[in-house]
């Protein structure tokens, strides 16, 4: 472990790294104490997070690190309209409680929450997303139409408002790039403020469907 921590930020070009997380809960407890050992006493200690952890784990994740002097600062899991269970699990209150990160991932649902995919557009064909989302497309078109109007509201696109959603709800929403306009719609998404009304309205019409959005690599919190 000691190795590869320290050749890894080398072979990017980098000092060091900000964020270091488990990534998965296979013998998470094992790889937090590897970290932990690690980095137990030193002056410049970085984040150290778990992801696609439920509130058991990372409550022991949290017990692990604590052990030994350092704090776990951050969670990442998948929180988006769709998909709330880390909220409904007490997951972010426990977040907010303890100072903890939350980083939510798939907020947009990998474009489901767009506005550009629809019974008549669906998902490029034979893509895992398109798997996933095909299927059930006309249930985000409803959403969509929800989102629509808001984004009207703020002169936004549609794919900004569930972001905005997400740091409404006190998350910090990771945002995959790769090209500019994604780095631009995040910028606007940053700068909406939704009202409460807005929040409750946008998860009132998220919750008429029942949909399961977890992934093949993911659990439903609890």
Same mark, same amino acid.
């Given at each position: 472990m000691k190795d590869m921590i320290e050749m890894q930020p080398g072979l990017m070009g980098l000092d060091r790294f900000d964020i270091y997380?488990?990534? *998965?809960?296979?013998?998470?407890?094992?790889?937090?104490e590897e970290l932990e050992k690690y980095f137990e006493g030193r002056e410049d200690v970085p984040m150290i997070g778990v992801s696609n952890h439920d509130l058991a784990e990372i409550k022991q994740a949290a017990e692990i690190l %604590?052990?030994?002097?350092?704090?776990?600062?951050?969670?990442?899991?998948h929180y988006s309209l769709i998909d709330r269970s880390s909220e409904n699990s007490g997951i972010?209150? *426990?977040?907010?409680? *303890?100072?903890?990160?939350f980083f939510s991932y798939m907020v947009p649902e990998? %474009?489901?929450?767009? %506005?550009?995919?629809?019974?008549?557009?669906p998902m490029p064909a034979g893509s895992a997303r398109a798997d996933s989302y095909d299927?059930?497309?006309?249930?985000?078109e409803v959403m969509n139409k929800a989102l629509g109007k808001i984004a009207d509201k703020y002169g936004a696109g549609i794919v900004q408002v569930p972001v905005a959603w997400a740091i409404a709800k006190g998350t910090l929403p990771i945002i995959g790039v790769t090209k500019v306009s994604n780095v631009e719609d995040a910028?606007?998404?940053?700068?909406?403020?939704?009202?409460?009304? @807005?929040?409750?309205?946008? @998860?009132?019409?998220?919750?008429?469907?029942?949909?399961?959005?977890?992934?093949?690599?993911?659990? @439903?919190?609890?």
């Open positions: 997380r488990i990534h *998965n809960v296979w013998d998470a407890p094992k790889w937090t %604590g052990a030994h002097g350092l704090k776990l600062s951050a969670v990442q899991n972010l209150d *426990n977040c907010k409680e *303890n100072g903890i990160t990998q %474009g489901a929450l767009s %506005g550009k995919y629809d019974t008549a557009h299927p059930i497309i006309d249930k985000p910028v606007k998404a940053a700068n909406i403020t939704l009202t409460a009304d @807005e929040v409750a309205e946008l @998860e009132s019409v998220a919750d008429v469907p029942g949909l399961n959005v977890i992934r093949f690599w993911e659990k @439903e919190m609890k």
